[in-house]
């Protein structure tokens, strides 16, 4: 599975996890100089708390484009530190 934004590959891997219909890449998989962490949080009653970052690459910036569970919940924590992406960024097998 591919992440792209703008044209550029933002995460590559063979081994994302599905959940919900997200792609979970592993961190190692992800190419980090394209995200910039916020300040938004969300909470999801069985995943836990999500921590997001924007997405940029060229001269666009996708707002809260990416999230993690840096901390999920026992039952899911094969997600952990995982990205995921959402807001146009295009997941391609």
């Keep these: 599975m591919k992440a792209i934004w703008n044209g550029v590959t933002i995460a590559e891997s063979d081994q994302t996890v599905l959940v919900e219909g997200n792609h979970y890449f592993p961190p190692d998989s992800v190419n ?14 069985w995943k836990g708390l999500a921590s997001y970052y924007t997405v940029v690459a060229g001269d666009q910036a996708n707002i809260n484009g990416a999230w993690t569970y840096r901390h999920p919940y026992p039952w899911i924590r094969k997600i952990r530190n995982h990205v995921a992406f959402w807001q146009g960024v295009e997941i391609q097998p």
């Design 32 to 45: 980090h100089e394209y995200l910039k962490r916020t300040w938004m949080k969300s909470l999801c009653p």
